[in-house]
Antibody
Framework: EVQLLESGGGLVQPGGSLRLSCAAS????????MSWVRQAPGKGLEWVST????????YFADSVKGRFTISRDNSKNTLYVQMDSLRAEDTAVYYC???????????WGQGTLVTVSS | QSVLTQPPSASGTPGQRVTISCSGS????????VNWYQQLPGTAPKLLIY???QRPSGVPDRFSGSKSGTSASLATSGLQSEDEADYYC???????????FGGGTTLTVL
């Protein structure tokens, strides 16, 4: 059974940093791209970033480019996103998702809430 | 402002057929597959339709998807109360080099 478990969310001040983790199990982690998708309170889904299975290629939404870094540790089956220079508009539930070329985001975690506020 | 355009709401009575549209452009829907996600209240999104018209295992066959040109649609036939949810379309965008979502459609069963 595929499981994705995010952690690391919380309250952070504007300009601060936070690192989210996503522990994966139930599939061969290293051969699949992984993505982060966020959802601001009461709003729709917004893609944040994607990393290929080997970690060699990354993609970012313009809204986070230069501030967020995505990475993975295939030996630990874990996905990360380092979020720097956080802004109020980054407040959202952050989901990690298994990213299949053929079938999109076929599995999602339960999400972790990030609140950026002073 | 979402790159893909969906109606904000849709509704139908039990047993009815409801369709949700998703409009894009040549750089996303026009050149890539469309996926649909269902988000029940208070839960994480779930893949409902992939590659325009394919259902993952476990998704009822009353859900179907189609694509034509730069538009796609999701249809629910035999609407049930448990289908009340938010529905999102998504596609890879070759110009933006990233995934784009529709703004979401809230489906209400009357």
């Amino acid at each position: 059974e595929v499981q994705l478990l995010e952690s690391g969310g919380g309250l952070v001040q504007p300009g601060g940093s936070l690192r989210l983790s996503c522990a994966a199990s139930g599939f061969t982690f290293s051969i699949y791209a992984m993505s982060w998708v966020r959802q601001a309170p009461g709003k729709g889904l917004e893609w944040v970033s994607t990393i290929t299975g080997g970690g060699g290629t990354t993609y970012f939404a313009d809204s986070v480019k230069g501030r967020f870094t995505i990475s993975r540790d295939n030996s630990k089956n874990t996905l990360y996103v380092q979020m720097d220079s956080l802004r109020a508009e980054d407040t959202a539930v952050y989901y990690c998702a298994k990213d299949s070329v053929l079938s999109g985001f076929d599995y999602w975690g339960q999400g972790t809430l990030v609140t950026v506020s002073s | 402002q979402s790159v893909l355009t969906q109606p904000p709401s849709a509704s139908g009575t039990p047993g009815q057929r409801v369709t949700i549209s998703c409009s894009g452009s040549s750089s996303n829907i026009g050149s890539n597959n469309v996926n649909w996600y269902q988000q029940l209240p208070g839960t994480a999104p779930k893949l409902l339709i992939y590659s325009n018209n394919q259902r993952p295992s476990g998704v009822p066959d009353r859900f179907s998807g189609s694509k034509s040109g730069t538009s796609a649609s999701l249809a629910t036939s035999g609407l049930q109360s448990e289908d009340e949810a938010d529905y999102y379309c998504a596609a890879w965008d070759d110009s933006l080099n990233g995934w784009v979502f529709g703004g979401g459609t809230t489906l209400t069963v009357l």
